[in-house]
Nanobody, 123 residues
């Protein structure tokens, strides 16, 4: 299983980025997907999850600013991040649960991880 995230970069406060994660080696439509992030010196934390049916969950800190979506034909999950703040700085990781499992916000429930993409928000 491979998860490859892309789209990170340097952005000013208030700006936007579109992160994508390409999955291979899995039947993508059977997997709950998630985005997590890790800021320097902090633990990895939930950003958003999306079920196989498209139901979504968001961390309170990103509600109304971030949108997670998935394209089961292209085996991709996308995170649109808007109105960025310096606190959004971090490495953003794409993750997948094992096939057939329900949505979860517990990081330990995610079996597969990509290498992450860095988003830096300048003030």
């Amino acid at each position: 299983v491979q998860l490859q995230a892309s789209g990170g970069g340097l952005v000013q406060t208030g700006g936007s980025r579109r992160l994508s994660c390409a999955a291979s080696g899995i039947i993508f439509s059977n997997n709950v997907m998630g985005w997590y992030r890790q800021a320097p010196g902090n633990e990895r934390e939930l950003v958003a999850t999306i079920s196989t049916g498209g139901s979504t969950n968001y961390a309170d800190s990103v509600k109304g600013r971030f949108i997670i979506s998935r394209d089961n034909d292209q085996n991709t999950v996308t995170l649109q991040i808007d109105t960025l703040k310096p606190d959004d700085t971090g490495v953003y990781y794409c993750a997948a649960r094992r096939p057939g499992y329900r949505t979860s916000t517990d990081i330990s429930d995610y079996r597969y991880w990509g290498p992450g993409t860095l988003v830096t928000v300048s003030s």
